[in-house]
């Protein structure tokens, strides 16, 4: 279960472990922002929730940290441009990201092991 977040509280994410895709899969929530479409040229400023489905437990979130993160939409693994590119600016997404569009080598410093898959709740903020 993915929820998207709220402007006054963060998104959930439970999945039953382990939780595996074969392909990365998008899902917008509703309703759709009116910003915007996100190029993957653009700086976006995103907030996020990100849950390893191997193990169900979060190993990133900007909602942790108290502040939105910014960085090139083409700069991150693909399946968070996946999920980003062609968005609107408002919206919320989520997305189960597989692992050939993950950390294919994994992260350990993130707990990821090569082979998981991601799922990521983010919602968009910005897009220059």
């Not at 479409?37 to 400023?45: I, K, L, M, Q, R």
């Not at 399946?79 to 994994?106: E, H, M, R």
């Amino acid at each position: 279960m993915v929820t998207g977040p709220t402007d006054s509280s963060a998104p959930l994410i439970k999945v039953e472990q382990p939780f595996a895709v074969d392909e990365t899969h998008v899902q917008r929530f509703n309703p759709e922002g009116d910003g915007a479409v996100v190029a993957e040229d653009n700086t976006v400023t995103v907030c996020y929730l990100g849950v390893n489905g191997r193990t169900g437990e979060r190993f990133d979130s900007s909602f942790d940290r108290g502040k939105p993160a910014s960085f090139a939409a083409n700069g991150v693994i693909a399946g968070f441009q996946k999920a980003l590119v062609g968005q609107k600016v408002g919206s919320s997404v989520g997305v189960a990201i597989a692992p050939q569009d993950g950390y294919t080598t994994g992260n350990p410093d993130a707990g990821i092991q090569p082979g998981d898959t991601l799922i990521f709740s983010i919602k968009i903020l910005a897009a220059k």
